[in-house]
């Protein structure tokens, strides 16, 4: 999990962000489109707390690994995430791709702060990419989606508009995401005998793309 940097690191990352170093003959990065959304994740032992994905896409350098980093930064409350291709996820969508980070969550998991964000992409020579996005809203009171699993199959029980069953393997990398169907419905059905045998851990998740918010069912284990 990525967390804030603290105030002094932050003010010292959003000031480095300022500096642009002079270009050496390469196409710098832009930032064609953003996409965010808050979500609620089940603690390891408390409460659930909230979260915050952020992906950009980006031309020109999102196809050249000479892009070395991606900030997340809300100045206002001095918090700033560094991601680097260590740990950032990329993912590919046809000719496109998508780089961001999740989960980014608050150090001792309070509630993210509202406002404006920015997302910027670095190249080795400085060279910025720049694009803001503005969280706002309260997150629903609506519980999170509950997952069953049985010798007949599996179910998920939600109030959110959209749902999915997400599948994992063993080394907890994402095999599969599927629609959530009612009724009860054999997981092979739902993923693919294949992906099925594959899979060790489940999730429901649930979304609602007006509120661009999510929450995730806790984890259940196949095998």
Known sequence: MSRFRGPAAAIAAAAALGLILS????????????????????????????????????K??????????????????????????DDWIKKDEGSNA????????????????????????????????????GVAGEFPTRASPSLSLDDIGVAVVSAWPENLILAFDGAGELLASVAAISPRAPLSALLGSSQAERSVVIQAYGYDPDLRMGAFSARKALK
């Open 23 to 58: 270009g050496c003959g390469i196409e710098p990065p832009s930032i064609a489109a953003v996409e965010w959304r808050l979500e609620a994740r089940p603690g390891d032992s408390g409460p659930r707390y909230e979260s915050l994905s952020a992906f950009a896409l980006i």
């Open 60 to 85: 020109g350098g999102a196809q050249d690994p000479a892009i070395e980093e991606l900030w997340i930064v809300n100045d206002a409350a001095q918090l700033a995430w560094k991601l680097t291709p």
């Open 98 to 133: 998508w780089i961001g980070g999740a989960p980014l969550a608050m150090f001792d998991f309070s509630p993210l702060p509202r406002g404006e964000y920015r997302i910027v992409a670095i190249d080795p020579a400085g060279d910025r990419a720049e694009r803001s996005f």
